[in-house]
Nanobody, 123 residues
Framework: QVQLVESGGGFVQAGGSLRLSCSAS????????RGWFRQAPGKEREFVAA????????YYADSVKGRFTISRDNAKNTVYLQMNSLKPEDTAVYYC????????????????WGQGTQVTVSS
């Protein structure tokens, strides 16, 4: 079993930055693909970014490409999401997730989920 805990959310003005962190415990973190998703009120959960086991491959939603960066530190069992040039439409609860088999943007590919952290961007 894997436990994921997100941190780093908060309130920021448009154009600002935040860095989310997601720590993992419970099993070998380095063997899991990792992803970030988000869900705004009244909307479905959507893919944000993913990173492969080695960290050598990353994948982003078009809406965040060039503004967000996903990274991981396997020694610290942590994955990060650096968010720059934030926009009001980035406001959502952000979830980290872990996948045993798939490097994917499909939420159904992920086996483990955190509880989420709120990000609010004001205009």
């Amino acid at each position: 079993q894997v436990q994921l805990v997100e941190s780093g959310g908060g309130f920021v003005q448009a154009g600002g930055s935040l860095r989310l962190s997601c720590s993992a415990s419970g099993r070998t973190f380095s063997n899991l693909h990792r992803g970030w998703f988000r869900q705004a009120p009244g909307k479905e959960r959507e893919f944000v970014a993913a990173i492969s086991v080695s960290g050598g491959n990353t994948y982003y939603a078009d809406s965040v490409k060039g503004r967000f960066t996903i990274s991981r530190d396997n020694a610290k069992n942590t994955v990060y999401l650096q968010m720059n040039s934030l926009k009001p439409e980035d406001t959502a609860v952000y979830y980290c997730a872990a996948s045993t088999y798939w490097f994917s943007g499909n939420p159904h590919s992920y086996d483990y989920w955190g509880q989420g952290t709120q990000v609010t961007v004001s205009s």
